[in-house]
């Protein structure tokens, strides 16, 4: 895992069509902005585990 400190307003690349902004800091909590391509998924972890959930559900049926 890599740790990286930022402060409100700088980015973070992966790749180059994805960033991560620091758009907040607040009472402990971070907000984050997320710039991809719109073909590019991207969920929060427990809304991951329940489209994979449901996809599984559903590929049974």
Known sequence: ML???REV???ILISE???IQVV???NGQV??????PRDV???RSEVYRRIKEQQRREGES
Do not use: M, N, S
Request: no cysteine.
């Open 9 to 11: 307003g700088e980015v």
């Open 41 to 43: 998924q991207v969920h």
């Open 3 to 5: 740790v990286i400190g």
């Open 17 to 19: 069509h994805i960033r």
């Open 24 to 26: 907040a800091l607040d």
């Open 31 to 36: 907000r984050l902005g997320i710039t991809a």
